[in-house]
């Protein structure tokens, strides 16, 4: 079975970017909120609605909070960020995901590079 790659990203401002493969990214703003880690687990959760279920993804972050909290490697100590964690896993159990996660650094991002790219007005779907 072929893994899909997506990546994935989110900014302090509420809006979340998320593009499969070679797929036009699609933009999304959650104006509730109220922090950039909030943002980083609402693009993850953009990203696993997206998701066939019984696929096989990969998803690219560049928060090292919410892969390792997800892979396992660090405790969800905050309240706000323990809903979002339980949204995901949630979502990928209810629906029988197959989802690697793995931190890449954020000029790796392509959902980085679109989402700074719409955030200072530039166009373009190709990072």
Known sequence: MEMKK?????SG??????TIDDEPVKFNHHPDLKSHNEAEYMALIDALQLIHDYETYT????SQLVVRQMN???A?????????????????????????????P????????????MKD???GNSA
């Open 6 to 10: 997506i990546w994935a990203d989110g």
């Open 13 to 18: 401002t509420g809006w979340t970017a998320v």
């Open 59 to 62: 998803v690219y972050m560049d």
């Open 72 to 74: 396992g490697g660090y």
């Open 76 to 104: 969800v100590r905050a309240d706000n960020l323990r809903v979002l964690y339980d949204k995901a896993w949630k979502i990928i159990n209810e629906r029988g995901l197959c989802v690697l996660l793995d931190w890449i």
């Open 106 to 117: 954020r000029e790796k991002n392509r959902a980085g590079v679109l989402l700074e790219r």
């Open 121 to 123: 007005g530039r166009k």
